[in-house]
């Protein structure tokens, strides 16, 4: 277990690298230049604080300190006569040493952008980059006997796989990787409405010079044939594999996941056509899985399909309600400029309370019917997962404001809805408290 943590420090270690070094060239620069340059918290042409670069350098190094807390909080036996009890090394002392280690290299990273063409080393990503870490480092302590538990649970299940699976897992990681290269990620809004409107960011069969290419199409679609042909077969035993429909279903959910991340990644066109294409691979992947020989065989979840279906019914409501009576301009010199003015003030005020109110009161809802649907043994990670995926439809729905005619997109809104969601969590969770108690006391 601690190796896959550690695993996975050090990836995220080396993306932080990548991310912030690329293109790696290297040109001289004298040392005291450097040095003022990353002692100044602005960049020299910089008018005001970004507040997507700072949300994106907090994201950054979330998870390094996330894993390499959990990599350096070494496990002992559990001791003869204390069921349940796990002994680890001081959360505070694990917490001191990734601290630590978070600013060595987030200090190397920023000076190192001096001599990179094209980078500006500030003091302040180095405290943005802490933060980061320092928030990686709590979550570990808030989920940590969660997330052990649910990596048991994954390693367990790649132990039990066949050499076949593993192959075909390991093609799956080789076809994400491939998918989001070179992996610039990018919060801004003005540079991901650049990539819509030079035609980077595409609709099925939208004519584009960088719209994929026939060869390139059926590249993506052959490639995409391990997806399916793993989703049949991983997970259910050596002699068992999942139906067509079933796994067909689980692939689209996975490549229509892996394109909607690819959309904030700015050197990396969107193209629908390939998300098609790679559909028709998986698909047939799927139905290729037939003739492993296995044979028992796994229908449709109709329970998933039913929480997928919820969930999705879910987010169109929100974006309806959102962007009501949709008014949608297309004139670009305006959405450029909304984009710019809400870089430079992303915590403005909504327009009205009409934009707040709403989506509040619904989020407010959702956790309350949420709450009591989620696992016991995982409710913290779960209740993570569900702000986090909350926090990212709202984003979505204030992205979609620029383009409506008198749309005045903000954070603020995203924080209000947000705190509405964890209003109703909160009292969905001690409603619960109280009935348990009321039945603990009969």
Not at 38 to 50: E, K, M, Q, V
Not at 107 to 115: C, H, R, W, Y
Not at 141 to 159: F, K, Q, S
Not at 329 to 358: E, F, G, I, N, Y
Request: net charge positive.
């Amino acid at each position: 277990m601690t190796l896959a943590y550690a695993t996975a420090a050090a990836a995220f270690v080396a993306y932080a690298v990548w991310g912030s070094l690329f293109p790696f060239d290297f040109h001289f620069v004298p040392f005291d230049a450097a040095l003022r340059q990353f002692s100044s918290p602005w960049a020299p042409d910089a008018d005001s604080l970004s507040f997507t670069d700072l949300v994106s350098n907090v994201l950054l190094f979330l998870p390094i300190g996330l894993f390499m807390s959990a990599a350096l909080q070494r496990r002992r036996p559990l001791r003869e006569g204390t069921p349940g009890r796990r002994g680890t090394a001081s959360f505070s002392a694990t917490a001191l040493v990734t601290c630590a280690a978070a600013i060595v290299l987030s200090g190397s990273i920023e000076f190192a952008q001096a001599f990179v063409s094209g980078r500006t080393p500030s003091i302040l990503d180095v405290a943005a980059e802490v933060v980061g870490a320092l928030s990686g480092i709590a979550i570990w302590g808030h989920v940590r006997a969660e997330c052990d538990a649910l990596l048991c649970a994954a390693l367990g299940l790649i132990g039990r796989s066949t050499t076949v699976e593993r192959i075909l897992l390991a093609c799956c990681a080789a076809f994400a990787i491939a998918w989001w290269l070179p992996a610039d990620f990018t919060l801004r809004p003005a540079e991901i409405g650049d990539k819509y409107l030079h035609k980077r960011l595409l609709l099925p069969f939208t004519p584009s010079p960088d719209a994929a290419t026939p060869s390139e199409l059926a590249t993506i679609a052959a490639a995409a044939i391990p997806i399916g042909l793993a989703a049949a077969l991983c997970g259910g035993g050596p002699q068992s594999r999942r139906s067509v429909g079933s796994a067909a279903l689980i692939a689209a959910a996975a490549l229509a996941a892996l394109e909607i991340v690819q959309i904030p990644i700015f050197s990396r066109a969107t193209d629908g056509t390939e998300l098609l294409a790679a559909l028709a691979g998986s698909t047939a992947g799927s139905a290729a899985a037939r003739f492993a020989g296995r044979m028992r065989v796994v229908g449709i979840d109709w329970q998933a399909i039913r929480i997928a279906a919820a969930v999705a019914a879910s987010v169109a409501v929100v974006f309806v309600i959102e962007w009501w009576p949709f008014q949608i301009t297309m004139d670009a010199p305006r959405v450029l400029l909304q984009t710019v003015l809400w870089s430079r003030a992303p915590l403005r005020w909504p327009a009205s309370v009409s934009d707040v109110l709403p989506g509040a009161v619904l989020a407010a809802v959702a956790g309350v019917l949420v709450r009591p649907r989620l696992d016991p043994r995982f409710v913290r990670l779960q209740t993570m997962l569900v702000l986090g995926f909350a926090g990212a439809v709202f984003v979505v729905c204030e992205v979609g404001r620029v383009m409506l005619v008198g749309g005045r997109p903000t954070l603020m809104s995203v924080l209000l809805k947000l705190s509405a969601l964890v209003f109703g969590l909160s009292m969905a969770s001690l409603a619960m408290s109280g009935r348990l108690h009321q039945h603990e006391a009969r």
